[in-house]
C-alpha cells in the first residue's frame, strides 16, 4: 500500500482481535513517533508501551470510549486492545507548540500501526490520575492521551457528509464515520 491509499485507509476501529503485537513492531511504531516533526527539536514526547494483560485492564477501565455510540462503543471482554502505548510530555522540554508535537507523533503511531495492519483508536478522555498512577508516571511529566492497538476485529468507513458529525454502527458492528466533502473544505486563493 501506497502511502496516501495507507493515510486514506486509516480508521478508528474500538473492537481488536486478542492476538499479541511483536514488541519488534512496537518498537519499530514508537521509533516512528520519536522522528516526527517536534518544535525547536526539544523532543518533549516519551511513550510507555504496555502490553501486560493486567496492566492493560487496569488502563481500560479508565477510559472513555465512542460517546456518539455509547455503550456499543465500548469493547467488550474479548474485543479489548492487546496494546496501550501512553504518549506522556516531559514538562522541562515542552514548548507553547506541544499540541502540534503531540499531533505529529500521534500520526505517525497510527500511520505506522495501520503499515503492519494493526489498528489504533486515540483516547483523550482518559482518567489520568489514575493511569499516571497505574504507570508511575514521575510529576514531571504529563500524561497527555493513550493510544490503543490491536488487530482489527471490525472494520470503519468513511462516507461524505456535511450534515452530521455522528459515527454510527451499522447491524454488523461496522463503523461508519462522516467526513466533511472535499467541496466543502477547500478553498483556492481566498476564501
Same mark, same amino acid.
Given at each position: 500500500?501506497?502511502?496516501?491509499?495507507?493515510?486514506?485507509?486509516?480508521r478508528t476501529?474500538?473492537?481488536?482481535?486478542?492476538?499479541?503485537?511483536?514488541?519488534?513492531?512496537?518498537?519499530?511504531?514508537?521509533?516512528?513517533?520519536?522522528?516526527?516533526?517536534?518544535?525547536?527539536?526539544?523532543?518533549?514526547?516519551?511513550?510507555?508501551?504496555?502490553?501486560?494483560?493486567?496492566?492493560?485492564?487496569?488502563?481500560? +477501565? =479508565?477510559?472513555?470510549? /465512542?460517546?456518539?455510540?455509547?455503550?456499543?462503543? #465500548?469493547?467488550?471482554?474479548? @474485543?479489548?486492545? $492487546?496494546?496501550?502505548?501512553?504518549?506522556? +510530555? =516531559?514538562?522541562?522540554? /515542552?514548548?507553547?507548540?506541544?499540541?502540534?508535537? #503531540?499531533?505529529?507523533?500521534? @500520526?505517525?503511531? $497510527?500511520?505506522?500501526?495501520?503499515?503492519?495492519?494493526?489498528?489504533?483508536?486515540?483516547?483523550?478522555?482518559?482518567?489520568?490520575?489514575?493511569?499516571?498512577?497505574?504507570?508511575?508516571?514521575?510529576?514531571?511529566?504529563?500524561?497527555?492521551?493513550?493510544?490503543?492497538?490491536?488487530?482489527?476485529?471490525?472494520?470503519?468507513?468513511?462516507?461524505?457528509?456535511?450534515?452530521?458529525?455522528e459515527y454510527?454502527?451499522?447491524?454488523?458492528?461496522?463503523?461508519?464515520?462522516?467526513?466533511?466533502?472535499?467541496?466543502?473544505?477547500?478553498?483556492?486563493?481566498?476564501?
Open positions: 500500500m501506497n502511502l496516501i491509499e495507507l493515510i486514506k485507509s486509516r476501529i474500538r473492537k481488536f482481535k486478542q492476538i499479541s503485537i511483536n514488541i519488534d513492531i512496537l518498537i519499530d511504531i514508537i521509533d516512528c513517533a520519536r522522528l516526527a516533526p517536534c518544535a525547536s527539536n526539544k523532543q518533549p514526547l516519551e511513550y510507555i508501551i504496555v502490553t501486560n494483560k493486567n496492566l492493560c485492564d487496569e488502563i481500560f +477501565v =479508565n477510559l472513555r470510549w /465512542a460517546a456518539y455510540i455509547h455503550p456499543n462503543g #465500548i469493547p467488550k471482554h474479548d @474485543e479489548k486492545p $492487546t496494546c496501550y502505548i501512553a504518549v506522556i +510530555v =516531559n514538562k522541562n522540554r /515542552a514548548t507553547k507548540w506541544i499540541g502540534h508535537d #503531540i499531533g505529529l507523533a500521534i @500520526e505517525n503511531i $497510527t500511520l505506522a500501526a495501520w503499515s503492519y495492519g494493526i489498528a489504533s483508536c486515540i483516547l483523550g478522555s482518559v482518567n489520568t490520575d489514575n493511569v499516571k498512577n497505574i504507570l508511575h508516571i514521575p510529576d514531571e511529566y504529563i500524561l497527555d492521551s493513550i493510544v490503543a492497538l490491536g488487530y482489527p476485529a471490525q472494520q470503519s468507513f468513511y462516507e461524505d457528509n456535511d450534515d452530521t458529525v454510527y454502527l451499522d447491524e454488523d458492528g461496522n463503523m461508519y464515520v462522516p467526513k466533511r466533502p472535499l467541496n466543502n473544505i477547500i478553498h483556492f486563493n481566498d476564501f
